[in-house]
């Protein structure tokens, strides 16, 4: 713990320490492994920088949201900026560094190479190599080394590469992160973010396309929210950041190329608020992160239908936004559950409990939820495909719930 917290105070350094001890990194002249990326636009168009279509890109549009008719020219004159959901993360970190000196990056490959998703590009070059710290691949370390730079006052953003490699910090997270405010009796406040991308992407295989979110919910101390949006991901990155507690913050691989317009001013998000996507009347569908795009799928399906869907992207996984959820069941009075995590002790089996817990006299059915199979994730991609929940699902699951 000594070595931990030295390293941790040798942190604090004024930014005129962090030029004097800049490290050359050894990645530094590292080849660039991603030439190109593919942007997935908000009106199901997909466009390639390099020029090469992915192998699998008629699966793309299953991750887009409802066309938006806005034509292109009116779009151009809108107030704001378009960025990239990792744009708009860096973007969000990089204020939060400007504002708070205290701020710091720590994680594999975050320095000179700017993460394994670009998330952190350019942020070494700016800030010097001891606020942007490359580690070894030693996951239990490094976070470790975060929760203690935490506990002398510095704020640091650990990136996971892959959140399943977090696995190997679990005993760190659990009972240093979550507990060392209680434990400590208030001694130590430990505002630390823990980020990085995860669910299931294109043919990733078992090992990297967890979802850990049912993993991280039952220990106590922790926040955790995930984005779905470039605007509600630089909100929440900064809102994690500003936080006296520790949080969790889930980025969707399959996300990161989704564009979108934000605001040219400063905002913040609240960490524990739902955001209603789409009101209706007919139904409440509660859904995050990548499902989001599969709801508001089905949604347009529905709507020809005859069916008003209301929408709600939770956001934040722990705590509920009951006070949002609450509200649209009192109107609806029927509930379907849409994620990407595995059915069996899930984050839809906690929501559905605290429906039947707090609304259950305003339900007129018998709450639904749509979950990932719990099988591992295979690494064909027509298996794949069937382990997640798609919208057509979605659709004959609000057709039942309306009956």
């Given amino acids: 713990m000594a070595a931990v917290l030295q390293a941790a105070a040798l942190l604090m350094g004024s930014q005129t320490d962090i030029k004097r001890f800049r490290l050359r990194s050894a990645l530094r002249s590292a080849p660039v492994r991603h030439e190109g990326f593919f942007v997935v636009r908000t009106d199901g168009r997909l466009s390639a920088t390099s020029g090469v279509m992915p192998r699998r890109a008629k699966l793309i549009p299953n991750a887009v949201a409802v066309k938006d008719d806005t034509?292109?020219?009116?779009?151009?004159?809108?107030?704001?900026?378009?960025?990239?959901?990792?744009?708009?993360?860096?973007?969000?970190?990089?204020?939060?560094?400007?504002?708070?000196?205290?701020?710091?990056?720590?994680?594999?490959?975050?320095?000179?190479?700017g993460g394994s998703y670009k998330v952190t590009k350019g942020l070494a070059t700016k800030f010097g190599d001891l606020r942007v710290l490359d580690t070894p691949i030693a996951e239990n370390s490094f976070?470790?080394?975060?929760?203690?730079?935490?506990?002398?006052?510095?704020?640091?953003?650990?990136?996971?590469?892959?959140?399943?490699?977090?696995?190997?910090?679990?005993?760190q997270i659990s009972n240093n992160c979550g507990m060392l405010h209680y434990t400590s009796g208030g001694q130590f406040t430990i505002p630390v973010v823990i980020r990085g991308p995860g669910g299931v992407g294109r043919q990733l295989g078992a090992e990297h396309s967890q979802r850990l979110e049912s993993y991280f919910q039952s220990i106590p101390g922790l926040q955790m929210v995930?984005?779905?949006?470039?605007?509600?991901?630089?909100?929440?990155?900064?809102?994690?950041?500003?936080?006296?507690?520790?949080?969790?913050?889930?980025?969707?691989?399959?996300?990161?190329?989704?564009?979108?317009?934000?605001?040219?001013?400063?905002?913040?998000?609240?960490?524990?608020?739902?955001?209603?996507?789409?009101?209706?009347?007919?139904?409440?569908?509660?859904?995050?992160?990548?499902?989001?795009?599969?709801?508001?799928?089905a949604a347009k399906t529905l709507i020809n239908k005859g069916y008003d869907p209301e929408v709600i992207d939770i956001r934040s996984l722990k705590p509920f936004d009951l006070y949002t959820i609450g509200n649209s069941i009192k109107k609806t009075h029927r509930v379907l559950i849409v994620e990407e995590c595995m059915r069996t002790g899930g984050i839809g089996a906690s929501l559905r409990s605290a429906i039947i817990d707090n609304?259950?006299?305003?339900?007129?059915?018998?709450?639904?939820?749509?979950?990932?199979?719990?099988?591992?994730?295979?690494?064909?991609?027509?298996l794949e495909e069937w382990t997640v929940v798609q919208p057509a699902q979605i659709v004959a699951a609000v057709e039942q719930l309306c009956k």
């Fill in 359 to 382: 609304f259950w006299d305003y339900l007129d059915a018998p709450i639904m939820c749509l979950s990932s199979q719990d099988v591992p994730t295979p690494y064909a991609g027509t």
């Fill in 226 to 297: 995930a984005c779905s949006t470039p605007y509600n991901a630089k909100g929440l990155m900064k809102a994690a950041i500003r936080s006296e507690n520790p949080v969790v913050l889930f980025e969707h691989v399959l996300l990161y190329n989704l564009k979108e317009r934000i605001p040219d001013e400063d905002y913040v998000l609240c960490l524990e608020e739902a955001e209603m996507v789409r009101p209706g009347e007919h139904v409440t569908i509660l859904t995050y992160s990548r499902m989001r795009y599969h709801v508001m799928q």
């Fill in 143 to 171: 976070t470790g080394m975060g929760i203690g730079a935490a506990m002398t006052g510095l704020r640091p953003v650990i990136e996971g590469m892959n959140m399943g490699f977090l696995l190997l910090a679990f005993n």
């Fill in 71 to 113: 034509p292109a020219s009116s779009a151009a004159s809108k107030p704001g900026h378009e960025l990239l959901l990792f744009e708009a993360l860096r973007e969000g970190l990089e204020e939060e560094m400007d504002r708070d000196p205290r701020v710091c990056v720590m994680g594999e490959d975050v320095g000179h190479y």
